[in-house]
T-cell receptor
Framework: DVKVTQSSRYLVKRTGEKVFLECVQDMDHENMFWYRQDPGLGLRLIYFSYDVKMKEKGDIPEGYSVSREKKERFSLILESASTNQTSMYLC?????????????FGPGTRLTVL | SQQGEEDPQALSIQEGENATMNCSYKTSINNLQWYRQNSGRGLVHLILIRSNEREKHSGRLRVTLDTSKKSSSLLITASRAADTASYFCATDPGTASKLTFGTGTRLQVTL
């Protein structure tokens, strides 16, 4: 079974702190994604990566950056956390482009910024 | 932007009844997928239907796709309390491996 793990289930940070959210997948997937999920807005794509050291902006990249130094690990960074970044963050991975582009999700990190 | 829009936003049924959720989208797709999310957890892939398919079954799930109307429906037959979750459709344009998710339907199945 594909496993996608996220470093924390719950996280509480203060405004202005630098926050790291880690995601690791164990199936040698090419593509990895970071989403945030807010009530009434569904999932919105923040950043994604096709390969090591490659990154692409999603729909809402402002206030975030990412790092992919190894194929299995994709990190989301909040350089200076703000209260409007309080949300559920979901990481996902997928093998690659093709007909069976099923995404595998981690359990999510619920981040609260005070 | 959210391409997929699910309808209804919330649905409450009794165990044993069928649940139908609809998804509409705006641009052409390579395939459409349905995911389930239990409260406070990650999403789990349920079923994928390609743009050249009209209907697909998987256990108690039945998905239809009408590309002329840019819509899809998910039917869960003989629902169980364990089916209580949020259900999302996601559209795949066939490029860049990106999916666009809808806002979801919250299904509540009561005993």
């Amino acid at each position: 079974d594909v496993k996608v793990t996220q470093s924390s289930r719950y996280l509480v940070k203060r405004t202005g702190e630098k926050v790291f959210l880690e995601c690791v997948q164990d199936m040698d997937h090419e593509n990895m994604f970071w989403y945030r999920q807010d009530p009434g807005l569904g999932l919105r794509l923040i950043y994604f990566s096709y390969d090591v050291k490659m990154k692409e902006k999603g729909d809402i990249p402002e206030g975030y950056s990412v790092s992919r130094e190894k194929k299995e690990r994709f990190s989301l960074i909040l350089e200076s956390a703000s209260t409007n970044q309080t949300s559920m963050y979901l990481c996902a991975s997928t093998l690659g482009e093709g007909l069976y582009n099923e995404q595998f999700f981690g359990p999510g990190t619920r981040l609260t910024v005070l | 932007s959210q391409q997929g829009e699910e309808d209804p936003q919330a649905l409450s049924i009794q165990e044993g009844e069928n649940a139908t959720m609809n998804c509409s989208y705006k641009t052409s797709i390579n395939n459409l997928q349905w995911y389930r999310q239990n409260s406070g957890r990650g999403l789990v892939h349920l079923i994928l239907i390609r743009s050249n398919e009209r209907e697909k079954h998987s256990g108690r799930l039945r998905v239809t796709l009408d590309t002329s109307k840019k819509s899809s429906s998910l039917l869960i037959t003989a629902s169980r309390a364990a089916d209580t979750a949020s259900y999302f459709c996601a559209t795949d344009p066939g490029t860049a491996s990106k999916l666009t998710f809808g806002t979801g339907t919250r299904l509540q199945v009561t005993l």
